[in-house]
Nanobody
């Protein structure tokens, strides 16, 4: 059994900051990529940022220079520091963890959190 739990969302004014956290727990053997996605009302879910197991990062263009993704491998946790927030960043943010369990051998699977709401007021 694997659990992925996000925290840190909320309401903030434009220009403000929030820090999201996502912790994975359970029968985990190894973790590969960890990423953040978001889905705004009426829109498709989109990738925000991803970090590999060796720390390489990728960001969608709209958040470059404002958001920072990081991870703590010992804690099996990924973070998203969001600065200079804009109303268009309003969305439900989801964490995705690609991992292997002791039961699945070499097969990686994606595990998603339940989502956390981020609302940026103008």
């Amino acid at each position: 059994q694997v659990h992925v739990v996000e925290s840190g969302g909320g309401l903030v004014q434009a220009g403000g900051s929030l820090r999201l956290s996502c912790a994975a727990s359970g029968n985990i053997y190894t973790i590969d990529d960890m990423g953040w996605y978001r889905q705004a009302p009426g829109k498709q879910r989109e990738l925000v940022a991803v970090i590999s197991s060796d720390g390489r990062t990728t960001y969608t263009d709209s958040v470059k220079g404002r958001f920072i993704i990081s991870r703590d491998n010992a804690k099996k946790t990924v973070y998203l520091q969001m600065n200079s927030l804009k109303p268009e960043d309003t969305a439900v943010y989801y964490c995705d963890v690609r991992l292997r369990t002791y039961m699945t051998g070499s097969l990686y699977s994606d595990y998603w959190g339940q989502g956390t709401q981020v609302t940026v007021s103008s």
